[in-house]
């Protein structure tokens, strides 16, 4: 377990974070008492061999949190045989693990579940990170994740070579168009911002050209294109001249990155690198005879 703990840390992860999702997520699934199948079917005695095999090709991402799964069901004898943020192919065995049979059954969906998710996450990242190669522009997620999987998900981005947007609202200030409309104005909200949080990072969001010639005027951090054309965005990047970051958001695919990427913006917040990543395809397959 200090090993793990140690593995946890060094990847940027929190490890009581991480235990106590692998223990809510176990809890759950022996909800009314025990694996009834298991305890059924197989001696209290039995020990396989069983590895975690890649069925497609891309980026995986989550091998030391199975791990956690593994060690939490009781089974420490295993191996993760590939790197976090790896790009792997059909077949590659990525974890290897010998232990009590009903152990490893008892872990092999949650984990799964978790590495399959992650790993998604991961491959779409990498796929839009492809997508934009060769301009200066990056791939950063949004609060868009799972609730409960926040730290997870936004390390799965980053494994895929994404880059992370905030991770909480404490974290950082973007000023979106409700809290425009609450507070007044885009001027009157930027003011009461730079009053309580002076030192915040700020970002703000706006709808059309004319916003961000107000905006212009108050030197953010960052200013969000909410929604804009590829146009748009190119005559943002031209009326700025690089005195602050640009992001793009909304309506962006894997087909229009390239060309909202040359646009010369700094960033494109993509949603559905969380929201969306169809689950990636790895078994648990056991050795037979073992």
Not at 220 to 230: A, G, I, T
Request: include cysteine.
């Amino acid at each position: 377990m200090n090993q793990l703990r140690d593995n946890l840390k060094l990847i940027g992860l929190s490890p009581n974070h991480i235990f106590q999702q692998v223990k809510d997520a176990i809890a759950e699934d022996l909800t009314g008492g025990e694996d009834v199948t298991s305890v059924a079917t197989i001696p209290d005695s039995q020990v396989s061999t069983a590895d975690f095999i890649s069925k497609s090709d891309g980026v995986v991402s989550g091998l030391h949190v199975a791990a956690a799964v593994l060690e939490y069901c009781g089974v420490n004898n295993y191996e993760v045989l590939v790197d976090e943020g790896m790009q792997v192919k059909s077949g590659k065995v990525l974890i290897t693990a010998k232990g009590n049979t009903k152990k490893l059954l008892l872990a092999e969906r949650t984990a799964l579940n978790f590495l399959s998710h992650l790993s998604g996450i991961s491959t779409l990242t990498n796929r839009w990170v492809t997508q934009i190669a060769g301009t200066k522009c990056k791939i950063r997620d949004t609060r868009k994740t799972t609730p409960g999987l926040r730290q997870l998900e936004k390390f799965a981005v980053k494994m895929g070579g994404g880059e992370n947007h905030r991770l909480s609202l404490s974290h950082s200030v973007l000023l979106k168009d409700n809290h425009i409309i609450a507070a007044g104005s885009i001027t009157k909200a930027f003011n009461l911002i730079k009053e309580k949080y002076p030192t915040k990072e700020l970002e703000i969001e706006v709808d059309n050209l004319d916003q961000l010639s107000e905006v212009i005027l108050l030197q953010p951090n960052l200013v969000l294109l909410d929604n804009m054309s590829v146009d748009e965005c190119q005559k943002a990047v031209e009326i700025v001249k690089g005195k602050f970051q640009l992001e793009a958001s909304g309506g962006l695919t894997l087909e229009n990155a390239k060309a909202y990427a040359q646009t010369g913006v700094d960033f494109l917040a993509v949603g559905a690198l969380t929201h969306s990543a169809p689950a990636f395809d790895i078994g648990l397959d056991f050795r037979k005879g073992k």
